[in-house]
């Protein structure tokens, strides 16, 4: 939940380094300007029908979806946004307020000549869909939030988060490879603690690969998504008016959250059962507060989902949200 689980915060956010590996994905990527010196990377995957673009969590790129994503191009035109700060978008100093990154979004919507879309968010983007909802309900059809219907000035004030019980502890490094992996290697690292089908593209782009496709460098990308939590701007959620979807990933125990626990030493699993008790403490507030202030929303609750819901429960997530966008 909120980028917080495993390697959304503990990733590195270096720039896709040129290699031959062909990204498999069917999109298009084009680059928009949204100031003169900041530019966002737009993945397009076509389809026909009203526009519905993708918004990834805190510290990951839009080639996130670049399988989910496809199951919709039948009804709809799908794309996905990078923000400022992730994968092969511009990386400025400054510019990580909530107010600014909605701008970037509306200003992709202008550039692209669409007047409305609907919008659908993991984890941190649910920031950026509180904004666009209360702040430009003219820019916005429907809303759905992929376990991120959040109060998110509320999750960066909160105790849990301001003591860092929320990071997970990690996977052990795996006995069948050496300390330089490649990059199959991480996506399959990535796959144990997010779910299956982890795209290699996102993995190419949150880590640096040579041209022979083995790891060559890791920063901590917790500071980049502290940044943007500790940015964000307080929003009034009833003044959300565009219909709602919260998906949201139910688990009942530390070993659901965490599939690897059969690997963790006694210390990690500690660690693991407080972060499960905190998350657990922190989803019934936020949720209860969301579900209160955004009357409207339709919530449905997936037990046994991890927080990357649309990756570990695909076909539950793609049938509700299709139920939604395109029922009446």
């Excluded at 988060?161 to 290697?185: C, E, F, H, N, T």
């Excluded at 403490?281 to 507060?289: E, P, Q, T």
């Amino acid at each position: 939940m909120l980028a917080l689980i495993a390697w959304q915060v503990n990733m590195a956010a270096g720039l896709l380094v040129a290699i031959s590996w062909p990204d498999p994905s069917p999109h298009q990527v084009r680059y928009v300007a949204v100031t003169p010196s900041v530019k966002l990377e737009i993945l397009d995957w076509g389809g026909s029908g009203p526009p519905l673009i993708f918004l990834a969590g805190g510290g990951h790129s839009a080639h996130v979806y670049d399988q989910f994503a496809t199951r919709f191009t039948d009804r709809f035109h799908v794309l996905g946004i990078t923000r400022r700060g992730s994968g092969t978008s511009s990386h400025p100093k400054a510019g990580y307020d909530t107010t600014t990154l909605v701008r970037d979004i509306v200003t992709v919507l202008d550039s692209l000549g669409m007047k409305k879309a609907s919008f659908a968010a993991h984890s941190f983007g649910g920031s950026e869909l509180n904004l666009l909802g209360s702040r430009y309900p003219n820019r916005v059809n429907r809303l759905v939030y992929l376990d991120s219907g959040f109060d998110f000035w509320a999750l960066g004030e909160s105790q849990e988060w301001k003591s860092g019980v929320l990071q997970a502890p990690q996977p052990p490094i795996p006995a069948y490879d050496d300390a330089v992996g490649s990059a199959w290697s991480w996506t399959l690292w990535a796959e144990r603690v997010s779910g299956p089908d982890v795209p290699e593209a996102e993995v190419r782009t949150m880590y640096r690969f040579d041209a022979d496709g083995r790891f060559v460098g890791d920063t901590d990308v917790g500071a980049a998504v502290e940044r943007l939590v500790s940015s964000t701007e307080v929003v009034d959620l009833r003044r959300i008016r565009a219909p709602v979807l919260a998906l949201y990933s139910v688990l009942d125990s530390p070993e659901a959250m965490l599939p690897y626990w059969h690997a963790l030493d006694a210390t990690a699993r500690a660690r693991g059962q407080k972060m499960f008790e905190a998350l657990t403490r922190l989803h019934v507030k936020l949720r209860a507060d969301f579900s209160e202030r955004v009357a409207s929303a339709r919530v449905v609750r997936i037990h046994g989902a991890r927080h990357y819901i649309f990756l570990t429960h695909p076909a539950e997530v793609t049938h509700a949200m299709l139920e939604f966008l395109v029922g009446a």
